[in-house]
């Protein structure tokens, strides 16, 4: 048994090294990549369920260092916002997409809004403000246009704090996200003090919605309390026609995921934005 013992120390730190020079290398490789041009950004539909209409889309990011090697976001994200890059890749995203919607706004697509993953290390400090200041000065497109989804986790750092960008945000014209809702530990509270206009509702209450009363019952309680609130209700995660109906037939606003359509190439979300 202590040899045994001994073996799985070894064994686990021989796998803890090979974790930690994974991160170094990620991290080394992603600061290249946001210079390369290996970064991109891949579309997912949001659909109205008043019209079976595309509203816009979020944007998601796709790293291929190389043409038959893909990183996932779940991956080097995390370690992004240990290393403090992030508040590069963050950049990167927002200035990408912001060109993006001019050049299809010069082509004659029809409105639409995106929205954009900011990590909450960008809200410290207030940087995001400088951020979104810096780009939106360069590159002119209609502020509403361009919606930021926030996971719950920057309101436990300083209310007041994030209020106050927040509102600052707001006065821009930009809309807020909260993303993964419902996950998170902060109180409902912060939904009266801060000005946000969305919620959108995890995966993983609506991935068993149709066959898990509790998932459910928490479901349609976000829906409720989102139209009591006069936000905007999403679904992320939709797979099944058993979850739209379910969706549907509480009053959720707008839906995105598989069963519709999977994050996407430009080509192939432009295919969809003609047929608007
Ligand atoms: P998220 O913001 O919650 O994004 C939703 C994730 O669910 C995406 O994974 C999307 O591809 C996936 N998804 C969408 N519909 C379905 C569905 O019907 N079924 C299933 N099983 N999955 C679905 P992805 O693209 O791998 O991104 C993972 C996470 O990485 C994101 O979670 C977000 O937290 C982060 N992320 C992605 N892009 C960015 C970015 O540009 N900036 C930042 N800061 N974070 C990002
Ligand atoms: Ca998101
Ligand atoms: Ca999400
Ligand atoms: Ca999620």
Not at 6 to 34: D, G, P, V
Not at 55 to 83: C, Q, V
Request: charged share 25%; proline share 4%; glycine share 6%.
């Amino acid at each position: 048994a202590k040899n045994n013992g001994k073996n799985n120390y070894l064994f686990y730190t021989s796998k803890m090294n090979e974790i930690a020079k994974r991160k170094i290398t990620i991290e080394t490789n992603l600061r290249h990549a946001l210079k390369n041009e290996e970064l991109t950004l891949f579309y997912q539909p949001k659909i109205d369920f008043n019209d079976g209409k595309i509203t816009g889309a979020e944007s998601l990011l796709r790293w291929f260092p190389n043409k038959d090697e893909s990183i996932p976001p779940s991956e080097f994200i995390p370690i992004a916002e240990t290393s403090g890059l992030i508040l590069e890749v963050d950049k990167w995203v927002l200035s990408t997409v912001c060109r993006q919607l001019k050049k299809w706004k010069d082509l004659g697509y029809p409105d639409q809004k995106i929205s954009v993953n900011v990590s909450g290390m960008h809200f410290k400090q207030g940087r995001i403000l400088k951020t979104l200041g810096d780009i939106l000065d360069e590159i002119e497109i209609p502020p509403k246009s361009l919606e930021i989804e926030i996971t719950e986790g920057i309101f436990l750092e300083d209310i007041k704090e994030s209020a106050l960008i927040l509102e600052q945000l707001q006065s821009m014209g930009i809309d807020i996200s909260v993303d993964d809702f419902g996950t998170g530990y902060s109180s409902f509270g912060y939904l009266k003090r801060l000005p946000v206009s969305t919620l959108k509702i995890d995966r993983s209450f609506i991935s068993n919605a149709a066959t898990n009363s509790d998932d459910a019952s928490i479901t349609k309680a976000i829906i409720m309390m989102a139209k009591l609130l006069n936000l905007k209700v999403i679904a992320e995660g939709v797979e099944t026609i058993e979850q739209v109906e379910l969706l549907h037939a509480e009053g959720c606003h707008e839906m995105q995921g598989y069963y519709f359509a999977k994050p996407m190439s430009i080509d192939k979300y432009e295919i969809f934005l003609d047929k608007l």
